[in-house]
């Protein structure tokens, strides 16, 4: 049975609640900024889209340092009540109660009271007679471009483990080297370009085109450039509670990641999924995600990586 202090410890204080509300208004939008336990002034959609929003985390009991914590809010124009996430949730669902609660656990993916698990389509063992060959489209299959960018048209589809042991192999050693080596940033963008064979995760296309897809693969690709620490961020996502890693290595460049994690896209489209995703992961880590992930056919570049992660009951 959903309750509020299971949305609660799931949401940060409710602070995804309000997140997650507010970017179905402003999707383009760093909708929520953090600082300690104050959010500042934010666009309020309930009153005219003004920055009279105000969000906050405090205490049930202020004297007590270990009571627990939840978000407030309050409108500085009073154009709403003050109150709390689920407060906040009423204006927006026009629900009340239960059916709030079980429509903020579907919202926002908190799977609370569900048995789910994120590799819902996990290959079959390799005595299955029912295993799916090569280049058949069950299973995690996507398709697989051959350099330059340019070229659209897919070689072939493949899986995560093929993909895996590409990135962790040799076969691309000298060419992201070679990337890696370039200082000027044009000349590299270039140069990955035109030597980077590259897949599209999230589905098998005719061609590299979102109107293109023959079948999605239930996987989704975040990407994160320019990071101050990659080896922080790695072990955070790996560690993290909500989302499973399936694939997760370094980008070309060096100072990115390319995180691959299971969707269901029978209940959710692929757009809504990424904007929860990557709202859930600059609310919690505070890192901003690549928006090209929101395409469907998205080209993520394979590079060498001998330290990639993927989980291992893929390999079993």
């Not at 079980?102 to 799977?111: A, P, S, V, Y």
């Not at 483990?161 to 270039?190: H, M, W």
């Not at 589905?203 to 079948?215: E, M, P, Q, S, W």
Request: some cysteine; aromatic content about 12%; charged content about 25%.
């Amino acid at each position: 049975m959903v309750n509020r202090e299971m949305i609660l410890n799931k949401t940060h204080y409710g602070l995804r609640i309000y997140s997650h509300i507010l970017r179905l208004y402003y999707p383009d939008e760093i909708v929520l900024r953090l600082v300690e336990r104050d959010c500042g002034l934010c666009r309020n959609p309930f009153n005219s889209n003004k920055e009279t929003l105000h969000i906050w985390i405090e205490k049930t009991d202020p004297a007590n340092a270990m009571s627990n914590e939840f978000a407030r809010h309050e409108d500085s124009e009073n154009a709403i009540p003050v109150g709390d996430a689920f407060d906040f949730a009423e204006l927006h669902y026009k629900q009340q109660g239960d059916e709030l609660l079980q429509t903020l656990n579907k919202e926002l993916f908190l799977r609370i009271d569900e048995q789910w698990s994120f590799y819902k389509t996990k290959p079959q063992s390799p005595n299955s007679p029912k295993s799916p060959p090569l280049g058949d489209f069950g299973g995690c299959m996507f398709s697989f471009f051959k350099a330059p960018i340019s070229n659209t048209k897919p070689h072939k589809a493949v899986s995560l483990l093929q993909t895996y042991n590409a990135i962790k192999g040799d076969y691309y050693r000298e060419r992201t080297q070679k990337l890696q080596a370039i200082s000027d940033v044009q000349q590299a963008r270039q140069f990955k370009a035109a030597n980077f064979d590259y897949c599209t995760f999230s589905g098998v296309f005719t061609t590299r085109n979102d109107k293109a897809l023959i079948k999605h693969s239930g996987l989704l690709c975040l990407d994160f450039d320019n990071l101050q620490s990659v080896e922080k961020l790695r072990f955070q996502l790996l560690q993290d509670e909500y989302f499973e890693t399936q694939l997760l290595f370094v980008s070309p460049s060096g100072d990115g990641l390319k995180w691959i994690i299971s969707i269901d896209t029978a209940t959710t489209q692929h757009g809504d999924y990424f904007a929860a995703v990557a709202n859930y992961i600059l609310q919690t880590y505070g890192i901003a995600v690549d928006k090209s992930g929101r395409n469907i056919s998205r080209a993520c570049f394979l590079p060498h990586d001998p330290q990639a992660f993927i989980n291992p009951d893929i390999c079993n």
